[in-house]
């Protein structure tokens, strides 16, 4: 594994993993210091000759590319497995910054598919950005739809509803304003002002390399307010919603499948969310949650306040999550996907792909 090494070292080596620190950030990095991540990987590479490589995130996708290209000939090639981990709505806009993310990404996806690579596979986590790759010019025989990461479905476990008295809604995500953050206060703090017993738990921490971050000095001031919590960075989710009774996912911008989402599901927790890409993918509207439109803080109170009312729906729909979550999105399920996409890739590179 070869990843910017920030807290979790240890845990992943204690997996069993030959762990390998790279240098970089998400974003901001520079072109030095950028080419200094791609020499380091292609280092990596011509030393360790991996038969398969499996780039997570446009920025790795797009790294690691160039990074085999600069180590073997086209021959030698590893086979590549590019995971778009979610595409965002900067990737649908027609503006500038839209325009460019998606020349970016094309260079990235071809620069790993390489010429007549049958070998190379794009992984999508949605329907949505499967279909915008396809718009963007990637052959739809090179993608592959898993969606999800997966989730680990005996640590996170079906709970009775917490819900006495005042109902807790989390939201767990990076504290980012386009993760709806403010919205979710905004709600409640409607719902509050209107009698309704419901409280906020956010849940994550900030992210000091993301400008849309909120910062520490906001969410203590959004947490000063009657009815929201910041509980910053929890390693124990599961945790959270032995607290919570629903989640929330007030996004602004399309995401893979959000992660927190299933693990609430999984935990038997029914969902409000934006109806947007990634969260559709788990909440079927009026059956595992309720979808809401980005940026409608009305619709958000609502749709929280008429859970809330109703502990039958919420135990009816966080039920009909779990088992959307042990049929398609539970680890098991994923990684025979993945496999199945490994074994694939490594037998068409064997015939020369």
């Known amino acids: ?34 080419a200094r991540a791609v020499a380091a990987i292609a280092a990596l590479y011509r030393a360790e000759r991996p038969d398969i490589v499996h780039h997570v995130a446009l920025k790795p996708v797009l790294f690691g590319a160039l990074a085999a290209r600069l180590a073997f000939r086209a021959a030698e090639r590893p086979a590549q497995i590019a995971a778009v981990m979610g595409l965002g709505s900067g990737f649908a806009g027609t503006g500038l910054v839209g325009r460019l993310r998606q020349a ?3 260079i990235a996806i071809r620069l790993a598919a390489g010429r007549r690579r049958a070998a190379n596979r ?80 956010l849940v994550g921490p900030t992210d000091p390399d993301n400008p849309d971050t909120l910062t520490s000095e906001e969410l203590a ?67 595992t949650g309720l979808l809401v439109p980005p940026r409608d803080t009305a619709a958000l109170a609502a749709a929280i306040a008429a859970l809330a009312r109703d502990p039958a729906r919420r135990r009816e729909m966080g039920l009909a999550g779990r088992d959307l979550v042990e049929r398609e999105f539970a680890e098991e399920v994923v990684t025979r996907q993945t496999l199945a996409l490994y074994e694939a890739a490594l037998a068409e590179r064997g015939e020369g792909g």
Not at 161 to 176: F, S, T, W
Not at 267 to 273: D, E, N, S, T
């Open 104 to 106: 970016a990404l094309r």
């Open 221 to 287: 001031a959004l947490a000063a307010q009657p009815g929201v919590e910041w509980l910053g960075r929890v390693e124990d989710v599961a945790a959270v919603w032995r607290r919570a009774a629903i989640a929330v996912l007030p996004t602004t911008y399309g995401e893979g499948v959000p992660l927190a989402l299933l693990e609430a599901a999984a935990c038997a927790r029914p969902i409000v969310a934006s109806d947007m890409p990634g969260c559709r993918e788990v909440v079927r509207h009026g059956e």
């Open 122 to 201: 794009v992984i999508v986590q949605n329907r949505e950005d499967r279909d915008a790759l396809a718009r963007f010019g990637v052959p739809p025989a090179w993608i592959a739809l898993i969606r999800g990461s997966g989730v680990d479905i005996t640590r996170f476990q079906p709970m009775s509803d917490p819900a006495v008295g005042e109902i807790e809604v989390a939201l767990v995500a990076r504290m980012l304003r386009a993760k709806g953050v403010l919205d979710a206060v905004e709600a409640v703090r409607r719902l509050r002002n209107a009698g309704e017993a419901v409280a906020l738990l």
């Open 1 to 34: 594994m070869a990843t910017r090494v920030r807290r979790h070292g240890e845990r992943i080596r204690e997996e069993g993993f030959a762990l390998h620190p790279i240098a970089w950030r998400r974003r901001g990095d520079g072109p030095l210091a950028a």
